[in-house]
């Protein structure tokens, strides 16, 4: 019986990455030209070699209840306050992060991983009402991001962005049963980043690092580290009127993503003063190079995150290698 249980924790958790890479695929690869797809191909093989030897890779774990309800009652709030409250979907959801950071603090029987789950339940509230216009769709996106967040905790633990692959692999399976029955919304627009690349390389090398320091130094846990300095940037951008309440949409986007790079652990990183940065601004490269086909879908932020990540991790441990002598 023990056999059969791993064999299936195996096999389930081989299912989970390879739609991640599916993601990817579509996400990174499909509309790139010939030089963006050497790119892609550089950073990609990085990320491959990063996952290889992350040999702590765990497995699947058995489902938790209360995590699909937790992502439930997150998604709930952070589409009202998309659809109803007309807030920026970056602002929505780091508003709901933070109020679930701080409320796994304060609310007794709560722990502090159920932190985890309320966040990936907020990224699917903020898929675009063009991607899926009917609430019921996001919820039982919101309950699948949630069963896939709890099965999957024990797997590539301390990782940033696997709440937001989660999220994304959830909102992608359930825009696909919504299309096959005529439901699905024409899709939203990718954003436009190509002229922003040196304000959102500098975000990712900003945001990244400040996440680590809040999350992990300041001890303000991944969550919260990630979601409050978000929201702020997001506050300030949309007070604005100048340059960053015009590009508002972009460089919200950038920060958000790049502060997932922030909430991966220290024990991930080999030198996270140089690593972090590098991530932060692998990960606004990769923006600058996402597809149509998952735009407005809860996630994508996150997905990104991970590639960079774990290119980045992949580097370090290439660099690691050469610098150990040879054996004599």
């Keep these: 019986m023990a056999q059969r249980t791993t064999t299936a924790r195996w096999a389930h958790f081989v299912l989970l990455w390879l739609g991640v890479a599916l993601v990817i695929d579509v996400s990174f690869w499909r509309h790139q030209s010939a030089s963006g797809r050497v790119v892609i191909a550089l950073i990609t093989a990085l990320a491959v070699w990063g996952i290889a030897v992350t040999t702590d890779a765990g497995h699947l774990a058995r489902l938790r209840l209360e995590d699909p309800l937790l992502a439930l009652a997150a998604a709930s709030a952070s589409l009202t306050l998309l659809r109803v409250a007309h807030l920026s979907p970056v602002l929505s959801a780091t508003l709901v992060g933070v109020v679930g950071a701080l409320a796994v603090r304060r609310v007794r029987g709560v722990q502090d991983y159920h932190g985890a789950p309320i966040y990936a339940g907020a990224f699917v509230g903020i898929t675009s009402p063009l991607v899926l216009p009917h609430v019921a769709w996001l919820l039982v996106a919101s309950v699948g991001a949630g069963a896939l967040w709890s099965i999957s905790r024990e797997a590539w633990v301390g990782i940033g962005g696997k709440m937001g692959s989660m999220s994304l692999l959830a909102v992608v399976a359930t825009?696909?049963?919504?299309?096959?029955?005529?439901q699905r919304g024409p899709g939203a627009s990718a954003l436009a980043t190509h002229s922003l690349v040196g304000a959102m390389v500098v975000i990712g090398a900003v945001a990244a690092p400040l996440t680590y320091w809040l999350a992990h130094r300041r001890h303000w846990g991944a969550v919260l580290?990630?979601?409050?300095?978000?929201?702020?940037?997001?506050?300030?951008?949309?007070?604005?009127?100048?340059?960053?309440?015009?590009?508002?949409?972009?460089?919200?986007?950038?920060?958000?993503?790049?502060?997932?790079?922030?909430?991966?652990?220290?024990?991930?990183?080999?030198?996270?003063?140089?690593?972090?940065?590098?991530?932060?601004?692998?990960?606004?490269?990769?923006?600058?190079?996402?597809?149509?086909?998952?735009?407005?879908?809860?996630?994508t932020a996150g997905i990104t995150a991970l590639v960079a990540v774990f290119a980045v991790r992949g580097v370090e441990s290439a660099v690691a290698r050469r610098k150990v002598p040879p054996a004599t």
């Design 175 to 182: 825009s696909s049963l919504a299309h096959l029955v005529h």
């Design 225 to 299: 580290g990630s979601a409050a300095p978000t929201a702020a940037w997001s506050l300030v951008v949309a007070l604005s009127h100048s340059y960053l309440h015009d590009h508002g949409d972009v460089l919200t986007y950038v920060w958000f993503g790049a502060s997932f790079v922030g909430m991966t652990a220290p024990t991930r990183w080999r030198s996270p003063r140089v690593a972090i940065p590098i991530a932060g601004v692998v990960f606004s490269l990769l923006v600058v190079r996402f597809g149509p086909y998952l735009a407005g879908m809860g996630g």
